[in-house]
């Protein structure tokens, strides 16, 4: 009788077992999965939520590899500028991203529940595990960074004036080679301060800038 109730308890520990093996299965297929492809020997600057990324990335369905997106291909072939970490993209990349190099290569698998769900997005269909293959080129601290915020900051008294943002919109602009006149920077500021300056003082704190907190993907 002893005997019977010892292999009892035996099957019971398995079945325990096994049921573990199998939540813990479950949860990492909602997990995202990154495969270095290429690292350069320098990385210059990591990825960190809130930098602008410019990145080239294919995407395919995992079911079939067949590629439902190419950025090389799609509009003017460019590669995208995008703020990481923000959900620009979705959330599966933003994950997929995270630390990722200039001029690194990753292979990132994304789960439906962190990519288009249920429903999918056409071109992807419902329930679609996706695949993107991602290149990155190029690494810049965003303009809701902590660095952007201090660089603004001309006279160091940690809030912004107009002035100051303006100075700041045009350098940007000379150095990606954007030709803008003076009434354009004006109404970006304006827009700037009419959607952060809270309490209508005219200069912005940190606070307003909504300068975005540490990593928490
Ligand atoms: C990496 O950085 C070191 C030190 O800055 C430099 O000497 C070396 O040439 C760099 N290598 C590459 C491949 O850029
Ligand atoms: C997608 O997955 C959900 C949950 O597993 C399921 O209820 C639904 O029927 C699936 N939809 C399609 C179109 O396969
Ligand atoms: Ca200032
Ligand atoms: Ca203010």
Known sequence: MSERLFLYFILCLHFIVVFIT????????????????YLPENCTQKARKGDLLHAHYDGYL???????????????????????????????????????????????????????GEKGKDPVPPNATLIFKVELLHVRRGPRSMEAFNEMDHNNDRTLTKEEVKEHLKMEA???????DESYFDAVVSD???????????????????VYEHDEL
Not at 192 to 208: C, H, Q, W, Y
Request: aromatic fraction near 8%.
């Open 174 to 180: 000379k150095k990606l080679n954007v030709q803008k």
């Open 22 to 37: 199998l939540v813990c299965a479950t949860d990492s297929t909602d997990e995202v999965q990154i495969e270095v492809i």
């Open 62 to 116: 995992a079911k079939d590899g067949s590629q439902f997106y190419c950025s090389r291909s799609a509009k003017d072939g460019q590669p995208h500028w995008f703020v990481h970490g923000v959900g620009e993209v979705i959330k599966g990349l933003d994950i997929g991203l995270k630390d990722m190099c200039p001029g690194e290569k990753r292979k990132i698998t994304v789960p439906p529940s962190l990519a288009f």
């Open 192 to 210: 700037v301060f009419r959607r952060n300056d809270e309490d209508a003082d005219g200069t912005l704190t940190i606070k307003e800038y909504n």
